[in-house]
């Protein structure tokens, strides 16, 4: 996990105007009602009933939809999704509807995933735009704002049915064509640190780790060499890249290893600047590097604080302003005797 002191990614909440609960009820009634005249005359699916009237429904997904017939749908999605550009898209969280109820909002991109209660059984609408900002457990929320958010309908039987399972993997399938999203990072809501205990939490484990079957491991695409200044010897480096304002924050969060011992991940900022990291939300112990003009310049050792509070968390900072920042498996650095003044060769992209 990684920030910047300057970065301020955080969802605006809208303001809605305050009106009295029969007023509402029957404005969700009124809306409902409209929802379902339109659906015979346009087409357009039928609003859940217990769902809030300002949840924007896309588009229903059959159960025996595959992964090309989601192609379109997610690119919609992911492009007309307010506050979001498509980069964001970094962590798929599966959950319950009976988690949070009818009381949950959250903006950004959301799938319902029909379980036999008011959708068939297996089908999925899209929605997004949700009124408020979310967050999980109140304390913990960059998962939420960073991903795509799975639910499946409320009041839906555990364990989840295989029709279920089928539609959530299609998803995943068609969304990780389009997005690189890395299969640690489709997580149950009971595997992101701060989340409350359910009695969902089983069935939601056994979905995401059926997710995670179809996400194919994101390819190394570039590569650097590492320079051992004492002797030139040289360590070949493979390594994912985060290069924007929307995979910085994210990094290793979440992740239970690296893909393998001689692989990184690389940090790129648009000009050198002075640099925090840190490690919430972290499982694993990770070797960090901040290079500048081509020289390492500190060498860390962070240990993971996946539960930590934001107001406790420890920042390994930059000793001067640097353009990038490396991230190895804990010891690597020890291991192959790289120390602050060896140097780093990034090779052409």
């Known amino acids: 996990m990684t920030t910047t002191h300057d970065r301020d990614i955080s969802p605006t909440a809208r303001t809605q105007p305050r009106i009295g609960r029969a007023a509402r009820l029957l404005l969700a009634c009124v809306v409902l009602a409209i929802a379902g005249c339109s659906d015979d005359v346009a087409g357009k699916p039928r609003a ?5 009237p300002d949840d924007k429904i896309q588009v229903s997904v059959p159960s025996g939809a595959v992964a090309d017939d989601l ?5 919609t999605g992911l492009d007309d999704t307010e506050g979001k550009s498509r980069d964001f898209r970094r962590f798929v969280i599966i959950r319950a509807g009976d988690r949070h109820g009818s009381s949950f909002r959250s903006r950004g991109f959301h799938v319902l995933v029909g379980a036999g209660i008011t959708l068939p059984d297996g089908a999925m609408r899209i929605r997004r735009k949700w009124n408020t900002a979310g967050m999980v457990d109140g304390r913990n929320e960059e998962p939420e704002r960073c991903g795509v958010s799975i639910c499946v309908e409320p009041g839906a039987p555990y364990p989840f049915s295989p029709a279920v399972t089928m539609a959530v993997r299609e998803f995943c399938r068609a969304l990780t064509r389009e997005v690189p999203i890395h299969p640690h990072l489709v997580v149950a809501m009971q595997e992101i640190p701060n989340t409350v ?3 969902a939490d089983a069935a939601e ?6 997710a995670r079957e179809v996400v194919p491991v994101p390819p190394a695409r570039f590569r650097l060499t590492v ?7 040289k360590f070949p480096v493979a390594y994912e890249l985060c290069d924007t304002e929307q995979s910085r924050p994210v990094g290793m969060m979440l992740r239970r290893r690296f893909d ?7 940090f790129e900022y648009p000009f050198r600047k002075y640099c925090g ?3 919430r939300n972290c499982f694993i112990p990770i070797d960090l590097a901040f290079v500048r003009k081509g020289v390492i310049e500190d060498v860390f050792t962070m240990k993971p604080l996946p539960g930590i509070s934001t107001r406790n968390q420890k920042w390994y900072n930059s000793s001067s302003a640097v353009k990038f920042a490396l991230e190895m498996p804990a010891g690597w650095f020890k291991r192959h005797g790289v120390k602050v003044g060896d140097k780093i060769e990034f090779h052409p992209r």
Do not use: Q
């Open 197 to 199: 205990e359910h009695e």
């Open 260 to 266: 393998g011992p001689n692989r990184g991940m690389v």
């Open 205 to 210: 484990r056994t979905l995401a780790a059926a």
């Open 277 to 279: 990291f840190y490690m």
């Open 227 to 233: 320079v051992r200044e004492s002797d030139g010897k």
């Open 48 to 52: 859940v009933g217990d769902l809030p």
């Open 71 to 75: 192609k379109e749908i997610i690119l």
